[in-house]
């Protein structure tokens, strides 16, 4: 009888930890919404389109930055290199972000002398510059929150993430709700810096709850043989940037605001899709262990993808359904972008369905292979859009995006099952509950 009840009590206790942690997606993806419907509502669409250029140049070129940080980081959580290396998470991560943070920290001084020097040699850009300003100040912010959202992603901690895009979108609500009728968009863009700000320092202390580490071991000098490491993921990080990004960059430079607006809002949301699907899809409760052989793990990889098939598919048609009443809510111009938001909705339902995968060609692959996967779909995806741009506007860059999508997702797939492993010994990873 004391058996059963004590099952009973943690079986309840787990049961309240699930409800609370849905309560919280759920409200990230309110304030996602609800911050993107106040945005549309406040500012004309072309207004919109520039100021959702500025989102661009901040997150465009933090993913760049970090990229190969991030990589490397998922590698060593993904395949437990903790214990094989005598490197904890906590102090690798905390070395990286310090050399990322200087290197975005300098990329940002060198974009404001550019921009002083244009703010004196073309005040007819003025306007424009004062509104991107604040955009390049919160290129270290965004850069150190989106290393550390990716290190909390790795470790299958997912809801850190979702909690970190509260600061951004309360901001801009805040700015939003206070800001006079005649505010310019520096205003909402000053909004982001703040809330870069916040996210950043809420990233932090998510981090070292996860990944603690002591001063002392923090504060060694990182080796030669790790910076090596290290920057021989550069190619492969600056591809990752691009596939992410290319294709809304081809877009911001080359189409109208109005399309960039258009994009921007079913971007973003579509996102929240990856608010939710963490907390329903089983194949986040697995971790890939730096023990074991690899064709014994094949088995388990299959349910893995199984069910990231089948909670993918439970999530996304659902708001395939509702599309047209999803759109609805934000008025014209933005409710005829069906097809652009639908395709966008495909990424994130084959990056959820692919991600087991991923994860596994993190650890299993060799840097040839995945540089090859990932940068074919990089140019592909800039490519799509490049030449289609000019004819079909913002859905030329959901089409790329989501070619991108494919090419990564379904190369980790088949070469996961049918390519050959690209290491071997201690860390050829296999599947373990956690």
Known sequence: MTKTAAILRGLSAFGHRRFGELSLRLLGATLQVLATWALVRALAPEDAGVYFRGFVIALGLGTLLRGKYEIYMAQHIIGRRATSTGISNGALLTQLARRMLLRSSLLCAVLLVVTADLDIQAPQLQTVLQTYLPFVLALPCVSLSGLLGEALRAANRTLGTVVATYAVNLSILLAVALAPADASLALYSWAFFL????????????????????????????????????????????????????????????????????????????????????????????????????????????????????????????????????????????????????????????????????????????????????????????????????????????????????????????????????????????????
């Open 195 to 434: 809330g870069s700000l916040v996210a950043a320092g809420v990233a932090v202390g998510l981090a070292w709850r996860v990944f603690p580490a002591a001063l002392e071991e923090s504060s060694r000098l990182t080796s030669r043989e790790e910076l090596q490491a290290v920057d021989s993921l550069e190619f492969i990080g600056l591809a990752r940037g691009a596939q992410l990004w290319g294709p809304l960059c081809v877009l911001s430079i080359w189409a109208t605001p109005l399309q960039m607006a258009q994009y921007a809002v079913a971007a973003r949301t579509a996102m929240i899709v990856d608010f939710f699907l963490p907390a329903l899809n089983l194949a986040e409760g697995y971790l890939m262990s730096a023990t074991g052989p690899l064709p014994a793990s094949k088995s388990r990889l299959v349910r893995q993808l199984a069910a990231a098939l089948f909670y993918s598919c439970a999530l996304v048609v659902p708001l395939l359904v509702f599309a047209p009443t999803t759109l609805a809510l934000y008025g014209d111009p933005y409710d005829s972008n069906l097809t652009i938001y639908a395709l966008l909705l495909g990424v994130q339902w084959v990056n959820g369905t692919g991600r087991p995968a991923v994860r596994f060609a993190a650890v299993a692959w060799d840097a040839r292979r995945i540089g090859l996967v990932i940068g074919s779909g990089a140019v592909t995806g800039v490519l799509i859009c490049s030449l289609g741009v000019a004819i079909y506007g913002a859905m030329a860059a959901a089409a790329g995006s989501l070619i991108g999508a494919l090419i990564l997702n379904g190369g980790a797939i088949l070469m996961t099952f049918w390519g050959r492993p690209g290491r071997s010994g201690p860390h050829a990873p296999s599947f373990d509950p956690l």
